[in-house]
């Protein structure tokens, strides 16, 4: 929720209460259990779980009603039933109406101003149209959803509330970089090189934007951009603190692999990835560009072992499907009878696997 209030943020902040036991349901009715089920990937569940809320007449205050839907919008985008989940947003009315503002509701929410509309349900309202087909409605609302962060930061810094400065400003980084997916998915550099330097200008030591930075770079092919660009995030980022300092080695790490692997020299992509690998297991586009290089350098059977590691060691975190794809396509180039082994991955990834992975991956 965005609200604002004359209070101070930790006063009005539930999560700062000791005293409530579960902190999110104060916030929203049994928040804590849309919130759990959503991390396990649960997607079905939630919807059941807001189907029945609805039913019993469980949601009792107008912020209830729009949580639920953005997590119901929400868990039919995961499960990629576009259509339903855009028939739930069109049950809202214009997301800035009076309906959706605490003040309307002075005896609800006393002393509390400003809208109830979840982010995740703006975000929500501009992917879908893309999704359906209707691209350029979806990349304008993005770029509406991406001016009103702006001028949410604006109002923010002017009222020194630094904590919800730093919310809005990685929100800010979120929905600049789903307009770059969109821009990139067209070819479209130039317009996502002027997105990224405008954040830029911003944060010029953040190494993560300046990876991201050199990775457009690369696909523009200025080879030489995005080994300054690299360069930088290692010199310039390493005080910056927006990471831990694994984090910020391994994109360093990362960064370097990168750059040997557009120049196919895949050993020393590899070693890269190694440093990566034993500082983080859980560091999975490491684990799956050092497999790709151990291909390109036909070493498959160490490049299935990459990948089964990966997937046996972390797999709430291996299991996706770009990764899945490339083992498939390994086991298809090494085995002949990579039919029943593809099977027996499947069988495995439908026991563990959250609602929206898509099992078609595997080729089966």
């Known amino acids: 929720m965005e609200s604002q209030t004359p209070r101070s943020e930790s006063q009005t902040d539930p999560l700062h209460n000791p ?9 929203c009715h049994d928040l804590h259990s849309l919130q759990d089920l959503a991390n396990r990937g649960a997607w079905r569940s939630i919807i059941d779980k807001v189907s029945r809320a609805r039913a019993l007449s469980l949601l009792q205050k107008p912020h209830d009603h729009l949580t639920y839907l ?7 985008t995961k499960l990629r039933r576009f259509n339903e989940a855009s028939s739930e947003l069109d049950s809202v009315e214009d997301l800035e109406s009076s309906h959706y503002q605490y003040e309307t509701y002075p005896k609800i929410y006393p002393n509390r101003v400003g809208s109830m509309v979840p982010f995740s349900l703006r975000w929500l309202h501009a992917l879908i149209p893309i999704k359906l ?23 923010k ?13 990685k ?28 954040l830029l200008s911003r944060d010029s030591t953040d190494p993560y934007l300046i990876s991201q930075l050199g990775y457009i770079q690369l696909q523009t092919g200025d080879l030489e ?30 960064n370097k692999a990168l750059v040997y692997m557009v120049g196919k020299d895949y050993v020393s992509a590899v070693r890269e990835y190694e440093e990566c690998i034993v500082r983080d297991h859980s560091d999975i586009v490491a684990f799956n560009n050092k497999a790709l290089c151990l291909m390109y350098l036909r070493d498959l059977s160490d490049s299935i072992k ?46 563990v696997a959250p609602d929206d992975f898509d099992s078609t991956c595997t080729r089966t």
Not at 134 to 151: A, C, K, P, S, T
Not at 172 to 182: P, T
Not at 322 to 349: F, G, P
């Open 171 to 198: 929100r800010e980084v979120f929905v600049v970089n789903c307009i770059i997916g969109h821009h990139l998915s067209h070819k479209e550099f130039g317009v996502c090189l002027s997105l990224m330097k405008s």
């Open 19 to 27: 005293s409530i036991k579960n902190p999110l349901d104060a916030l």
């Open 225 to 254: 951009g995005a080994k300054a660009s690299f360069l930088k995030a290692e010199v310039d980022g390493k005080n910056n603190g927006s990471l831990s300092e694994v984090e910020f080695m391994n994109l360093v790490n990362r």
């Open 133 to 155: 087909g209707q691209r350029q409605q979806g990349i304008d609302r993005l770029y509406g959803l991406l001016d009103f962060v702006r001028e949410k930061i604006h109002t």
């Open 70 to 76: 953005a997590f119901n919008a929400l868990a039919f």
């Open 306 to 351: 990459v990948l089964e590691n990966a997937l046996e060691r972390v797999p709430t975190v291996a299991l996706n499907e770009t990764l899945v794809v490339n083992l498939c396509s390994m086991y298809e180039l090494a085995y002949v009878n990579h039919s029943d082994i593809k099977r027996t991955l499947s069988s495995w990834i439908a026991r």
């Open 157 to 169: 810094e002017n009222n020194n509330l630094t904590d919800s400065v730093r919310v809005w400003r």
